[in-house]
């Protein structure tokens, strides 16, 4: 029987910049290349295209995959589980050192193709192929890739299951435990029961919100707190801005929805929104109807022009910013750069949390206190996660019953809250639960 190694190449360490590299005999699959964001100072209105790899390398932004000259292997496929940044973000950098297709579900696939159009420095041939939930994927002659369906916060995202003479491999980075999505099919709970029956040898799983207790509240919930700050007023003549996360499409959907419920035009500003929208409207997941949507900074500039000339009340402009990061749309008018004006008792909506690193914090809090200084209501956190919680990581290890648990995207924080988790569940630290760094390689036995 052929070995089974599990190659922690980055993510492991840090949050961000997720790749894991699976080797089977001697050949070997590729989850994931992501990206760190913090790392470059990005922010969802930044691309990298004209920075190098090893640059990107050198300040921890991209995974450092030195370690598979090392491997004894040949990669078969590479395979990106959902859309967001540190998944797919260091695709366009990395890819072309490997002669393999990409493997991803269509929205996914249909951003890595844009990233890998939009870089200028090196020009990946990898063929992206599109495989939607359900369905598999002939690595070799016996090693199967398939991708189960699950609920993030974003569309599209998968888990994806590796399946090899000796068991199968679920990667499982990242997902939530939703019942009540309000875009999209709940997890493909059957699924997974039939592959914990079938035997799972290896799971590999996210661990970002493992230390928070209980289970992460369903989309439906974030709905509900949109519409409450949103419809919930006496206030409802002021001035209205929301920030949400440019790739969350259904809390999109939702804000678009109480929109019209308000009698307010939704108007989505910023070029991510712009990018992620449209991508969506291409694969099925919105449509553009009724919508106004610009990314470019004119245009965005005329927009909020004529919303100022035509009434704020009338539109409900949805716009990037939500971290404060400076140069997006809501920094922008915070800063007094648009001719949109923010009046005493106007309101903005963060229909989004503070992603807990400084660098975010301090812009957030910065991006605020203008804001507040102009008159605004500030409405924070109108948000639930899209990060599995404690009981839900609980859940998914009963369900799957895996020989083996790896935790992965995560810190040492993060990894200590999840080994405890399996160590209540019966898996012993360094016997069957295993925590691997970047740069490790991990045999299973
Ligand atoms: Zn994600």
Redesign the pocket.
Known sequence: MKDIAIIAVGGYNEIGRNMTAIRIGKDIVIMDMGLRLDRVQIHEDTDVECLHASDLIAIGAIPDDSIMGSIDGVVRAIACT?G?L??IGAISKLSHRYKAPIIASPFTADLISQEMKEERIFHADNKVMPMSAGERYHVTEDIELEFIRVQ???VD?VFAAIHTDKGCILYA??FKIDRTPTLGEPPDFSRLRALGKEGVLALIT?TTNSGISGKTPSERIAKDLVWDVLIGTEESRSGVLVTTFSSHIARIKAIVEAAHEMGRKPVLLGRSMEKYWGTAARTGHSNREGIEVFGRRKSIDKALKRIMSEGKDKYLPIMTGHQGEPGATLSRVANGETDYLIESGDKVVFSAGIIPQPLNMSNRFTVETKLKMRGARIYDNVHVS??ACKEDHWELLRLINPEHVIPA?GNLITHGYYLMIAEETGYSLGSNVHLVRNGQELLID
């Open positions: 959902h967001h540190d998944h993030h916060s974003i995202c980075n990242d996210e899209g990060h995207h």
